[in-house]
């Protein structure tokens, strides 16, 4: 499997290159990214691309790929919707669109719990989020939404948000509790990996939208 990363620098998309370049099944891996990512592996291929709004100039190297992982996101605090909009919905259908026209290709895109599909909730974000996965839904390919609740990092993965990094070693104390109290609500960055490995495994089965416990269950290759 020719995997194409985005988002390899996040804290989730730093699990899904972990899980991507321990796994058999995958041949190589591609991350998009603006600056190096500092890591070498004989799979893991980089290419550096500044205008995350058109991908077109690499049109010619994602011939080759046969699932992309859209882990780019970032937080709406402080962010008025054209901006959070940009980086939400316009980076991820550029990408998208940049991707070769077949029809047995996988693209998955980390959403979030509280996205709304309707697109006129209340709530900027949900909204965002929900026009892109339905933009997502109606291209032609597999497309699977991922829409985690709490994600523990498991292997060490940092968020880039500061805020974020400074509440994740205590939500990673609470993590135990959070898993029995609130067990639907809960994943891992490993488990995200491995379920996307799984769904695009899948040729188009199963559920389009995972919600936590339907990752941690694809992440066993439970369904799929």
Known sequence: MNV?????????????????LLDDRVTQ???????????????????????????????AEFKAVDACFFCLGVSSAGKREDEYRTITHDYTL??????PDRPDLTFVYVSGEG????????????????????????????????????????????????????????LSLLHPILRRVAPTHVTTTEN?????????????????????PDINRAALQEGY
């Open 4 to 20: 194409l990363l985005f988002g390899a620098t996040g804290m989730i998309g730093q699990g899904v290159l972990r899980e991507c």
């Open 29 to 59: 891996v591609t991350a998009v990214v603006r600056t190096s990512l500092g890591v070498e592996h004989p799979k893991l291929r980089t290419l550096v691309h500044g205008d995350f709004t058109d991908f077109s100039a690499l049109a």
């Open 94 to 99: 550029a990408a998208a669109r940049a991707l």
């Open 115 to 170: 996205t709304d599909s309707t697109e006129n909730g209340r709530s900027m974000w949900a909204r965002v989020k929900g026009r892109t996965e339905n933009e997502l839904l109606a291209m032609p390919f597999h497309a699977y939404m991922f829409r985690p609740g709490y994600i523990h990092a498991q292997h060490g993965e940092q968020s880039r948000t500061p805020l974020y990094r400074r509440l994740y070693p205590l």
């Open 192 to 212: 995200i990996g491995r379920a996307m490995l799984a769904v695009a495994g899948a040729n188009g089965a199963g559920e389009r939208i995972l919600h936590s």
